[in-house]
């Protein structure tokens, strides 16, 4: 296994935006010269999956429709928001945002060479998945998802299987090298269950990681000291989203979980993903265009069943609510960013959890 001092995101990779975004203490420098209003949102890079091949295992391959938007059939709800064709598109302009943040890192924990065993909760496109089973060809990867929208063909060493993580898992307790969970948390019911039951299945020794948004808009000067629609809308739909049972900013919560849970070693690092073109910085400027990209495609996506279930508003409302958000998006003299936070915890040794535990009881 490698050292946890080459891996560790205290020494990160050299790059301009990596360093930026790991100190929230120096503010982000606002390009001046950017337009207030944009048009042009551009394209946004994928990356190509591996040409490696096995088939798509599930029998579950059915969706339900709502009002023309298309969502997961198996456990129809759990899910607030779709899995048709936009929101696909999304999950991998996510992914191309996060990877540009993290100067291409898959992961911060540090699982050495040859993990041998990896699980993606909540795997979505399972873009991270296919990615990481070419970088870790040692390791059985499997990407977990209520829907069945991953690609047929993927690397030989990754499964993706249709199922619910916060169902009991029917995997070896002490199994897994590596949890990782990204983009996801927001959905979860139970987090404190799913914390406990990652525990007992993770090996000792083992990590898990959660790479996760804190969707509520953050601001390094005054340019938010005034109405902003876009700040509206995220309240409105972590309402909704808590109406519905599930808490839309979990991550504020997850390293005490974590802590309560059992893991230790805990790291948490803090990005910054810009709301558009508005910094100078190059690298946070395209992440910017890629994170309003993803957000301005999926507004009606993300707003519909959170406001329309969880607040009781007719589609005819949430779309005219949404005309000043889209305006609000498009306005760099708001300089507003989320916060990405990477935390990872380490599953103790049989020796370690007995201090632990002797710790903890004294």
Not at 311 to 319: K, N, P, R
């Amino acid at each position: 296994m490698s050292s946890a001092k080459a891996n560790s995101p205290k020494s990160p990779p050299n790059g301009e935006a990596v360093t930026t975004a790991l100190a929230p203490s120096h503010p982000i420098e606002a390009d001046e010269g950017a337009e207030l209003y944009e048009d042009d949102d551009g394209g946004y890079i994928s990356d190509q999956v591996s040409s490696s091949s096995t088939s798509l295992a599930s029998s579950v391959r059915a969706h339900t429709f709502e009002d023309g938007i298309r969502y997961h059939k198996f456990h129809d709800g759990k899910y607030a928001f779709p899995n048709d064709e936009t929101e696909q598109n999304r999950d991998d302009m996510k992914h191309a945002m996060t990877l540009l943040l993290c100067a291409d890192r898959l992961h911060f924990a540090p699982i050495g060479d040859n993990p041998q065993n990896i699980i993606d909760l909540g795997t979505g496109t399972g873009i991270w998945a296919i990615d990481m089973a070419d970088k870790y060809p040692s390791a059985a990867v499997i990407g977990i998802d209520l829907s069945p929208i991953q690609p047929p063909w993927v690397p030989p060493n990754l499964r993706f299987l249709v199922d619910d993580f916060e169902d009991p898992w029917l995997y070896p307790l002490d199994h897994f090298d590596y949890i990782h969970v990204r983009h996801t948390l927001h959905s979860v019911r139970n987090p404190v269950a799913l914390m406990e039951r990652a525990l007992k299945h993770t090996k000792p020794g083992g990590w898990i990681e959660f790479q996760e948004l804190h969707y509520y808009p953050h601001c390094d000067d005054d340019s938010m000291d005034r109405p902003y629609a876009f700040r509206d809308f995220l309240e409105n739909v972590r309402d909704g989203v808590a109406n519905m049972g599930s808490d839309l900013n979990g991550v504020v919560k997850l390293r005490g979980q974590m802590e309560a849970a059992g893991f230790t070693n805990i790291e948490e690092q803090i990005l910054r993903c810009p709301v558009g073109l508005w910094p100078k910085n190059k690298t946070l400027k395209l992440a910017g265009l890629y994170w309003r990209t993803a957000i301005s495609d999926g507004l009606m996506n993300v707003a519909k069943r959170p406001m329309e279930r969880g607040l009781g508003w007719s589609t005819t409302q949430v779309e005219v609510f949404l005309v000043e958000v889209r305006k609000a998006l498009m306005d760099s003299s708001f300089h507003s960013y989320m916060p990405l936070h990477m935390l990872y915890g380490q599953k103790p040794l049989e020796s370690q959890r007995d201090t632990v535990h002797t710790t903890a009881e004294a």
